[in-house]
């Protein structure tokens, strides 16, 4: 890699930090392009000059997370299936998530708003679900091949499964004193009841 595309790299890494520290210290409705630039270590003119808008760079930052995921990151891959299956939970749906990750999930919660009318956001979250499907499915489908799992329908079970999630996630940050521990057990009781062959 030239040493042009290092710098291109790193510039555009260092924005993203940016747009990620800025995004949860003010949220979607009070955040400028001004606030990530106060986050920015390096010249502020090289932001204006990549971007007119927050949204501009929201959108890239949205496609910049979707990019550096690995499933890897979400689960150790020589688990067992059943363990995989309660890692993804665990890490879409952690139980006492900190400060920082309750301030991230409720600014993805606004800019998921975002995709109701705007087409750009409605792409990278439509790539976000369909990536947790995918990693849900592989998941599952693990599990049915090595006998872990009973033989369910996968897309369906995967539909189910990430949907409860999603509920979850938006009850938790918009109903005051709602946890997620009932639909953690819920999950918990279905895996073990419907998804497990219990052998």
Sequence with gaps: MSSDADDRTGTQAAIMEATYRALCDHGYADLTIQAIADEFEKSKSLLYYHYDTKD?????????????????????????????????????????????????????????????????????????????????ADVLTAGIDDGTFREVDVEPTVSLLASTIDGAMLRRATIAGNSTAATREALTQFIETEILTGE
């Design 56 to 136: 501009e760079i929201l959108v890239e930052f949205l496609s910049y997370m979707l990019d550096q995921f690995t499933v890897e990151d979400a689960i150790d891959t020589t688990d067992s299936p059943d363990d995989q299956l309660r890692s993804l939970i665990d890490n879409f749906l952690p139980a006492s998530p900190d400060a920082e990750q309750r301030e991230f999930q409720i600014a993805l919660l606004e800019l998921r708003s975002q995709a109701l009318s705007n087409e750009a956001y409605r792409e990278q979250f439509t790539r976000a679900d369909r990536l947790i499907k995918d990693t849900l």
